[in-house]
């Protein structure tokens, strides 16, 4: 029971909701991307890609990235960023599934022209959204990296990403 | 028969890693034999030296396993690429370690890959699980 619990929990956390449009001095206030509850296989899947993924950085969101992205990420594996995060071929096929699954349906977060991209970092969405983030602010210590959604977004794992939840380290809340 | 089984138990966890885990070496350690004729069994010290030395990785840059792991196998380690903290890597300080040959497997084909630029042979992956244990 607790372990379904737990799974559970995770993953209504974990896309139950994601806040893409977390502005909140514009009309569009949080709205998850997906609202239907998910099936127990797919919060078994959703929990797995949290262990599989989340070992090594942030497991972000399905709805980042568009199915091509995923699938070219799920099929690069063996050299993903630089390093081997190559997994079993059933659980590499599940979290396949699952991210193909959730991944965005929504141009205006992904539309690449075309190119596919790996980073969620270089889609549009997300750089017109992080426009004003400096470089220092990026590559402190305390952040590293601006894939680092959570040394800032105070609470991005569970899928939110609301202005006043922000808090850059050593540069207070943004405002 | 309560007792025996508390026993067993106790004495599962002074090894340091699961039942899987052991016959798992235990397969290794076979595998070790066929491909060095000198082989004696799984040495910590080895172990220690696969764990601690410098390589050029996968990217053409130097690591080493205690770039993400630390030199302190009961310390809390993070990852040097992303910043992800890692629990302690030593069964004795983290319970969890050394009980899944899915997990092991996993880790220790990837780590290879990332510090040596190939994957560790039979006796390497032995040496360096017995010096974790051991540590």
Redesign the interface.
């Known amino acids: 029971m607790k372990i379904f619990l737990n799974i559970s929990l995770a993953a209504a956390l974990f896309v139950g909701g994601v806040y893409l449009y977390a502005d909140d001095d514009e009309m569009e206030h949080a709205r998850p991307a997906y609202s239907k509850p998910l099936s127990k296989q797919d919060q078994a899947s959703a929990a797995l890609y949290k262990k599989e993924c989340g070992?090594?950085?942030?497991a972000y969101q399905a709805g980042f990235l568009p199915k091509r992205s995923w699938d070219k990420t799920m099929k690069g594996l063996d050299?993903h960023?630089?390093?081997?995060?190559?997994?079993?071929a059933a659980d590499t096929k599940t979290i396949q599934n699952y991210l193909m699954t959730y991944a965005s349906k929504n141009d205006r977060i992904t539309d690449m022209k075309g190119a596919v991209a790996l980073r969620i970092s270089q889609t549009p969405h997300f750089v017109k959204e992080h426009r004003e983030i400096t470089q220092k602010m990026i590559t402190q210590p305390e952040v590293?990296?601006i894939?680092?959604c959570t040394?800032c977004h105070t609470k991005a794992e569970t899928g939110s990403y609301r202005e006043r939840e922000i808090h850059i380290p050593n540069y207070g809340r943004w405002e | 028969m309560k007792y025996l089984t508390i026993l067993l138990i106790g004495s599962m966890s002074l090894m340091g890693a699961s039942t899987e885990v052991v016959q798992y070496m235990n397969e290794l350690s076979s595998v070790a034999k066929t491909e060095n004729k000198s082989f004696a069994g799984f040495d910590a010290a080895r172990g220690k030296e696969i764990f601690t030395s410098t390589h050029t990785g996968?990217?053409g840059k130097p690591i080493s396993c205690t770039s993400c792991h630390t030199t302190n196998l009961s310390n809390y380690g993070k990852?040097s690429?992303?910043?992800?903290v890692i629990e302690p890597l030593s069964p004795k300080a983290n319970p969890q370690r050394l009980t899944s040959v899915?997990e092991v497997t996993?880790w220790l084909?990837?780590?290879f890959?990332?510090v040596y630029a190939r994957e560790g042979t039979a006796q390497e992956k032995g040496d360096v699980l017995t010096y974790i244990i051991k540590n």
């Not at chain 1, 070992?55 to 942030?58: D, R």
């Not at chain 2, 690429?81 to 992800?84: D, P, R």
């Open positions: 070992a090594c950085h942030m050299n960023f630089g390093t081997d995060a190559t997994m079993d590293k990296s894939a680092n040394a | 996968k990217q990852n690429l992303t910043g992800k899915k996993k084909k990837r780590n890959v990332d």
